[in-house]
């Protein structure tokens, strides 16, 4: 296991030192100008399709449908979870208060990738017995015709998200437990093992409504807290802010982090948590029925914005306020724990432990609809999903009982390859979005809600393995 541990290390460090980081940012700041700043200019549309993302005509009619916004629900139950509070903590512990920033910079930049990935998951949709489904391995398919790239998507999605994602959730959930009730890992696991189970048998209809009401709940929850820490302590808040700032280039390492690991860190553990140009998101962003490809792609954005601009940020400025030594003696969990008992005593541990429980279980249930998706893609067999499932169920409970590094290196070498996978698949597809961006905008300037007929630009782009519009 200690050999096998250094072998992935030494991948990770690789891939994330050099590779990684240049294809997020490049790929980002690309699609940032080819969209004209789509992600800053449309913030308004954003906020306007969400709210405007009710019951579909379908699903008014009787027919099985799921809502824009059940979808967003789905892929913010994935993005809001460990990586907010574990995820954060590890970041801001090994790479000082800096790696805040470079996760600022990778949400704000990183929303172009999400936005071109989940207007393509819509554009290559396809009808599914009770719900549309979709994702990269679709577009990879329908768009590029290169199915050896879909079929290694699926599996690397099938390996990140029903696998290693999941257990570290289900690690930091136990941790989290441990610490505040003293609750034994083996038994935790067993528990989430099983409410897992009964969850995810019943199908994305059930993943749906469960993600539509735990996750305004438990991110609205948390922030409130957060909140109150922050307004509590507003007076260094100023002083907080401006040390980002400093350790972000190396300006003040008071802290211990270094340039290079302050970036790493927080491009890294930003991607874990928003999972922009990841690919994952497409896989829900699918499923929804809407009018215009466009009109998800511009919702799914704000999920990247609320999971590291709003979730993230709250949980680094408690652990940055609390005054906590950030030397490596408190990781992970923990450390957001202990962060929180500085300021409100014991009901600190208590509260991240039961936040950690809904954020960590949403994402588990949201983990598990991604390789769904992509096993959906292999074989649509009852038998393939039962064994799905059920090893799903397995890597949860081993995530219970294995350690914190085991996991990390585990999800941050899978999450690096499935996103170099879909990087390459979104630049070569990309024109096509912006195609249907402006399709969407003159409409919009034309004072309509925009609605994608594919005769208005069978011209511009293929339309060969476009199937639902």
């Known amino acids: 296991m200690e050999l096998f541990q250094q072998i992935i290390n030494s991948i990770n460090d690789a891939l994330w030192g050099y590779v990684m980081i240049f294809a997020l940012i490049a790929c980002a700041l690309y699609f940032t100008v080819r969209t004209r700043f789509a992600q800053f200019r449309l913030i308004g549309d954003m906020f306007r399709q969400l709210f405007a993302s009710g019951r579909s005509a ?13 979808a967003f629900a789905v892929s913010l139950a994935s993005h809001v979870g460990v990586g907010n509070l574990a995820g954060v903590a590890s970041a801001v512990s090994i790479g000082g208060p800096g790696a805040v920033f470079w996760m600022w910079v990778i949400a704000l930049l990183g929303a172009a990738n999400s936005f071109i990935e989940n207007t ?17 391995a679709y577009y990879m398919t329908r768009g590029l015709k290169c199915r050896p790239m879909a079929v290694l998507f699926c599996v690397l999605t099938v390996l990140t998200f029903g696998f290693a994602y999941n257990t570290v959730q289900s690690n930091t959930l136990c941790a989290a437990m441990e610490n505040a009730f003293g609750i034994n890992h083996v038994y935790m696991g067993m528990a989430i093992t099983i409410a897992t189970l009964i969850v995810i048998f019943g199908g994305i209809q059930r993943i749906a409504k469960v993600s539509a009401l735990i996750v305004p709940f438990m991110a609205l929850g948390y ?70 490809p466009v009109k998800q792609g511009l919702i799914q954005m704000l999920g990247v914005f609320t999971d590291t601009l709003v979730i993230c940020s709250c949980t680094a400025l408690i652990i940055l306020v609390s005054g906590l030594p950030l030397d490596g003696s408190l990781d992970g969990v923990m450390l957001t724990q202990e962060a929180l008992s500085v300021e409100i005593g014991h009901a600190g541990r208590v509260f991240v432990a039961v936040a950690i429980f809904f954020f960590a279980f949403s994402s588990i249930i949201g983990n598990y609809y991604y390789g769904e998706a992509n096993i959906a893609f292999f074989s649509k067999k009852r038998w393939a999903m039962i064994a799905y499932r059920l090893t799903v169920g397995a890597m949860v409970m081993f995530g219970a009982v294995t350690t914190l590094q ?54 511009k782009i293929p339309t060969d393995g476009i199937e639902c519009w």
């Not at 379908?58 to 059940?70: A, N, P, T, V």
């Not at 393509?120 to 990269?136: E, H, I, M």
């Open 58 to 70: 379908d699903e008014q009619k009787g027919k099985k449908r799921i809502s824009s916004f059940q």
């Open 120 to 136: 393509l998951a819509q554009l290559y949709k396809t009808r599914n017995k009770d719900s549309f489904v979709g994702g990269p």
């Open 223 to 292: 922030l409130a807290l957060a909140l109150y820490v922050v307004g509590a302590n507003i007076t260094v808040i100023p002083d907080v802010i401006a040390t980002i700032f400093k350790s972000a280039f190396g300006f003040e390492q008071a802290f211990g982090g270094t340039v290079g690991a302050a970036m790493t860190q927080g491009i890294k553990r930003g991607l874990f948590s928003n999972e922009a140009g990841e690919g994952s998101a497409p896989n829900a962003a699918a499923t929804a029925d809407v009018s215009h």
């Open 406 to 459: 085991t996991v990390w290196s585990l999800a941050d070498l899978t999450m690096a390859l499935m996103t170099l996978c879909n990087l390459v698949a979104i630049v070569l597809l990309g024109r096509r979005v912006i195609v249907l961006l402006d399709d969407y905008m003159r409409q919009r300037r034309a004072g309509k809600d925009p609605v994608f007929r594919l005769e208005e630009v069978k011209n």
